[in-house]
C-alpha cells in the first residue's frame, strides 16, 4: 500500500510498504477514505519531536471502513464507517473510565520510555514518534487501530467524509480547549493562533457562551477566517503591543479566559520570542512559549489560562509570578478525543457546525510530501490539507 | 482464593517489602511498582498460576507446570532460546511469591502484592536479579533480567497490567513501515 513515511527533518516521503494486519483480539483494519496532515505534523516534519524512525508512517487524523475485526471486538462491524481518534486509549483502565482517554495506561508499548520523559507518561498517538508507542499512522491506505471498540466513532453511512472527518483531532481539541476556559456566558476569550485548532477553538467559544473572541495572529488570511466566525482579529505584526492592545479592549480587566493555540514552535516579534528561536536553534531548550507568556500576562485576575497548543519538553521563562499573583487557573493536555466526538457528531448532524471550513487544499496520496513542504513554507496558503486515498 | 477473614485483611493492605535475602548484593534496587486496576485476589490467582508468566514477560515462550513449586520455562525471541526449570522459593498467600531458577542460585524474581486504598486494585512490586557472578547476562534472557533489572522489571509490570486490564499486550512489532521495503532491496 502507498504510505506517506517520515524520512528524516524536511523529509517526507510516499513509499510502498506492507499492508497492515490484526496484531491484537481488539484490532481492526480499516481501508482509509479521508486523512488529513495536522498542525502537530509540523512538529515531526520540523525535528521538533525526538524518537522519530526514518520510514515511520504519518497521519493521526483518518477516517475509513473497516474491512477487519479481531476476535474481542464487539461494538463495530465489517463495513462500518468511523472515524479514527488521534489518541489511542484501551477503554479499560482508571483514566479511561474517567473519559481522561489521552492519559490512558495501557496502549503505549514504550510505556517505559515514555515514563522516562514525564515521569507518568500518557496514551499511546496514531504517526507520532516512539515515545508515544510507535504506531503507523493514517496517511496511508490502510491503518491498523488497536482497541477499536474504544477508538473509533462510528458514522452515518452517507455522510462527506470532510463534515466528519476532523472529529478525529482539531474539532475535540479545540472544543476541549473552550471547555477547559472555564467560559461563562457573556465572557470575553482571547485566542493565540488561528490555526485549524485555533479556528475550532473560536467556534466552540462561541458555542460554550463566550460574548467576545479575541483572535491573534499574523497571517491576515487566518484572521480573516475568525473574523468570518464572529472573532475580532489582531494581527500582533500590526500592533504595538499585544497586552495593551488586549487591555484596550478589555477595558483595562483583560481576558476573562486567554487560549493559547499556538505551542512549542511560537513565531512571536518579541524579545523573548527571539531569544526562544535562537536557544532552539542551538540546543538550549526545547520550546518557544511566547504565546503562553502573553496568554498568561494578558488574563484577567481568577481568569483561566487553557493551553490546545502542545508543548514537549522544557519551557523558560514562563511568568510563573504572574499566574500566582492573579490566582489563575491553568488548564491543557492532550484531547480526550473519545470523550467529545459523539456529541460533537451530534452538533455537526443538527448543522451546528460543519468543520470543514477550514480546509484549503485536496490531493491524493501522491502529492502528500509536496503539501507537506509548502504547509511547512507557508506557500499558497495552504491552511489544511486534505489527503483523499 | 479463600475468603479472607479479618487478620488476613490487615495483612493485604501492608505490602510486604521483598526480602533482601533472596537477591545478590548488585541487585539492591528500590523495586518497580504498578497499579493494577483489578482486586488482589484476582491478581494474585493469575500469578501463582506459572503458566501465566508467558502472557506478560517479555521472551518468555512457554512454561510448564511440574508439580505445586516447580516448573520448566521456555524462553525464546529473535531466534534466541533457553530452557530452565523454575521453583517457588518463598509464598505468602496473597501477598508475596518469589521464585528462583532451579541450580541457578541467583535467578531469581519476586512480587509482593497489596490491596490499594479506596478500591481502586492492586499495587504489584517486582524485583528480579540474575547472577552477577557469571558475568553479564546476555541474550533471550537479558529480555527478562535485562541488564538493569529494575528497568526489565517495570517493562514486564507494565506488561501485566495491561494484560490483565484489557485483556492483550500493546504492541507494534509486525506493523508496516518504511524501512522493510529498504531491507529488501
Same mark, same amino acid.
Given at each position: ?98 473519559? @481522561? ?58 455522510? @462527506? ?9 482539531? =474539532? ?38 463566550? @460574548? ?48 493559547? $493555540? ?60 504572574? $499566574? ?50 509548502? =504547509? ?14 | ?11 493485604? *493492605? ?26 488482589? +485476589? ?31 520455562? #521456555?524462553?525464546?525471541?529473535?531466534? *534466541? ?9 518463598? +509464598? +505468602?498467600? %496473597?501477598? &508475596?511469591? #518469589?521464585?528462583?531458577? /532451579?541450580?541457578?542460585?541467583? *535467578? /531469581?524474581?519476586?512480587?509482593?502484592? +497489596? ?21 553479564? /547476562?546476555?541474550? #533471550? &534472557?537479558?529480555?527478562?533480567? %535485562? ?33 522493510? *521495503?529498504?531491507?529488501?532491496?
Amino acid at each position: 500500500m502507498k504510505a506517506l513515511c517520515w524520512e528524516g527533518k524536511h523529509n517526507v516521503k510516499m513509499k510502498e510498504v506492507a499492508q497492515p494486519r490484526i496484531l491484537n483480539p481488539s484490532d481492526a483494519i480499516i481501508k482509509v477514505t479521508t486523512a488529513a496532515i495536522c498542525g502537530s505534523d509540523l512538529h515531526l516534519y520540523d525535528g521538533y519531536i525526538p524518537s522519530m524512525e526514518k520510514g515511520d508512517i504519518l497521519g493521526h487524523e483518518t477516517m475509513g471502513e473497516i474491512v477487519e475485526v479481531g476476535p474481542n471486538v464487539k461494538r463495530v462491524k465489517v463495513g462500518d464507517k468511523i472515524v479514527i481518534p488521534f489518541d489511542i486509549a484501551c477503554g479499560h483502565c482508571s483514566h479511561c473510565g474517567d473519559e @481522561e482517554y489521552s492519559l490512558c495506561e495501557n496502549t503505549n508499548p514504550n510505556a517505559a520510555l515514555g515514563d522516562t520523559l514525564y515521569d507518568h507518561g500518557g496514551a499511546a498517538l496514531f504517526g507520532y514518534s516512539h515515545i508515544y508507542g510507535g504506531y503507523a499512522g493514517g496517511q496511508a491506505e490502510y491503518i491498523r487501530v488497536p482497541h477499536v471498540d474504544t477508538n473509533s466513532l462510528v458514522v452515518p453511512q452517507g455522510i @462527506e467524509d470532510e463534515k466528519v472527518l476532523f472529529l478525529s483531532d482539531i =474539532f475535540p481539541t479545540g472544543y476541549m480547549a473552550a471547555v477547559n476556559a472555564n467560559i461563562k456566558p457573556g465572557d470575553t476569550v482571547a485566542v493565540w493562533g488561528c490555526g485549524p485548532v485555533g479556528q475550532m477553538v473560536i467556534k466552540s467559544c462561541f458555542m460554550l457562551g463566550a @460574548e467576545r473572541v479575541i483572535a491573534i495572529d499574523e497571517y491576515e488570511g487566518r484572521l480573516n477566517l475568525a473574523r468570518q466566525s464572529g472573532a475580532i482579529g489582531i494581527n500582533f505584526a500590526d500592533v504595538e503591543g499585544i497586552l495593551d492592545e488586549l487591555n484596550y479592549l478589555t477595558g483595562g480587566v483583560g481576558p476573562d479566559s486567554c487560549i493559547d $493555540a499556538v505551542g512549542l514552535e511560537a513565531h512571536g516579534h518579541t524579545v523573548t520570542a527571539t531569544i526562544d528561536r535562537v536557544k532552539a536553534a542551538a540546543g538550549l531548550a526545547t520550546d518557544r512559549p511566547d504565546a503562553l507568556r502573553q496568554a498568561i500576562q494578558a488574563c484577567k485576575k481568577g481568569g483561566t489560562v487553557s493551553i490546545p497548543g502542545v508543548y514537549g519538553g522544557l519551557l523558560d521563562k514562563i511568568p510563573f509570578g504572574a $499566574a500566582f499573583g492573579k490566582a489563575l487557573t491553568l488548564k491543557m493536555g492532550q484531547t480526550h478525543t473519545q470523550k467529545y466526538m459523539k456529541p460533537l457528531l451530534d452538533r455537526i448532524m443538527n448543522d451546528e457546525i460543519d468543520p470543514s471550513f477550514v480546509i484549503t487544499h485536496r490531493v491524493d496520496i501522491t502529492k502528500g510530501p509536496e503539501m507537506y513542504d509548502k =504547509f511547512h513554507k507557508q506557500k499558497d496558503d495552504v491552511f489544511k490539507v486534505v489527503i483523499k486515498m | 482464593m479463600a475468603k479472607t477473614d479479618s487478620l488476613r485483611e490487615s495483612e493485604l *493492605q501492608v505490602r510486604k517489602p521483598i526480602p533482601s535475602k533472596y537477591f545478590n548484593e548488585d541487585s539492591s534496587f528500590h523495586p518497580a511498582s504498578v497499579l493494577i486496576s483489578k482486586p488482589i +485476589e484476582e491478581v494474585w490467582a493469575f500469578l501463582r498460576d506459572m503458566t501465566n508468566m508467558p502472557k506478560f514477560i517479555r521472551g518468555l515462550a512457554s512454561v510448564q507446570v511440574l508439580d505445586d513449586k516447580r516448573s520448566h520455562w #521456555v524462553f525464546d525471541h529473535q531466534g *534466541q532460546h533457553h530452557e530452565n526449570d523454575s521453583e517457588i522459593i518463598a +509464598e +505468602e498467600m %496473597g501477598s &508475596l511469591l #518469589v521464585w528462583g531458577a /532451579v541450580g541457578e542460585k541467583n *535467578q /531469581v524474581g519476586a512480587v509482593s502484592l +497489596e490491596r490499594a486504598p479506596g478500591g481502586r486494585g492492586t499495587f504489584v512490586s517486582m524485583r528480579t536479579s540474575t547472577d552477577h557472578e557469571k558475568g553479564k /547476562v546476555t541474550g #533471550v &534472557l537479558a529480555w527478562y533480567f %535485562g541488564g538493569d533489572p529494575k528497568s526489565a522489571s517495570y517493562i514486564n509490570l507494565r506488561r501485566l497490567k495491561a494484560y490483565m486490564e484489557t485483556g492483550e499486550v500493546p504492541t507494534v512489532e509486525g506493523q508496516p513501515n518504511g524501512r522493510e *521495503q529498504e531491507l529488501k532491496h
